[in-house]
T-cell receptor
Framework: GIQVEQSPPDLILQEGANSTLRCNFSDSVNNLQWFHQNPWGQLINLFY???GTKQNGRLSATTVATERYSLLYISSSQTTDSGVYFC???????????FGGGTRVLVKP | GAVVSQHPSRVICKSGTSVKIECRSL??????MFWYRQFPKQSLMLMATSNEGSKATYEQGVEKDKFLINHASLTLSTLTVTSAHPEDSSFYIC???????????FGSGTQLSVL
């Protein structure tokens, strides 16, 4: 199966700062998603982004499928952005997703 | 986004008892449900995949007789941890996916503590 590597593993931000999280895949993926897990354990689907760029408020994501990586941008971070960000992918649509190890983000006021 | 309701959120049980966790998709039909286990500060580990009306497919190393999964309808899937032991203590999370959409939607998780 594919391997998913996320970086950095940990990130501490001052409120208002911008940041970039990265996700590398060992093989091409046709299904790529980003999730945020809040401190209480709830996971929220942020993006379904097998290719291209999408934006949702202060978050945006870009996937370069040919180079097997995806980036998640957080702009003007807020304390509510704290938690763990996971990317996950699969080679084919309909297959189970493989999750990366996550990036643990702490936004300080 | 779509909503998946998971209950209970927390359960404490004695060793040897069985625990049932329910997941319901409230505003979409979850043709496929995934069950994960997560240890503190670790990623999600897929336990099994279930399609409505079919037997679940378990990942290597997951005991199907211990973790019973039922997906009898398009809106309900259950995970029963049978004869629970302290090493089964973990955070269990379900997620659902509809027929026409690849996006995965998660329940809020169940923290299981086996004494």
């Amino acid at each position: 199966g594919i391997q998913v590597e996320q970086s950095p593993p940990d990130l501490i931000l001052q409120e208002g700062a911008n940041s970039t999280l990265r996700c590398n895949f060992s093989d091409s993926v046709n299904n790529l998603q980003w999730f945020h897990q809040n401190p209480w354990g709830q996971l929220i689907n942020l993006f379904y982004i097998p290719s291209g760029t999408k934006q949702n408020g202060r978050l945006s994501a870009t996937t370069v499928a040919t180079e097997r990586y995806s980036l998640l941008y957080i702009s003007s971070s807020q304390t509510t952005d704290s938690g763990v960000y996971f990317c996950a992918g699969s080679k084919a649509a309909g297959n189970k997703l493989t999750f990366g190890g996550g990036t643990r983000v702490l936004v300080k006021p | 986004g779509a909503v998946v309701s998971q209950h209970p959120s927390r359960v404490i049980c004695k060793s040897g008892t069985s625990v049932k966790i329910e997941c319901r998709s409230l505003d979409f039909q979850a043709t496929t449900m995934f069950w994960y286990r997560q240890f503190p500060k670790q990623s999600l580990m897929l336990m099994a995949t279930s399609n409505e009306g079919s037997k679940a497919t378990y990942e290597q190393g997951v005991e199907k007789d211990k973790f019973l999964i039922n997906h009898a309808s398009l809106t309900l899937s259950t995970l029963t941890v049978t004869s629970a032991h302290p090493e089964d203590s973990s955070f269990y999370i379900c997620s659902g996916r509809g027929d026409t959409n690849e996006k995965l939607f998660f329940g809020s998780g169940t923290q299981l503590s086996v004494l």
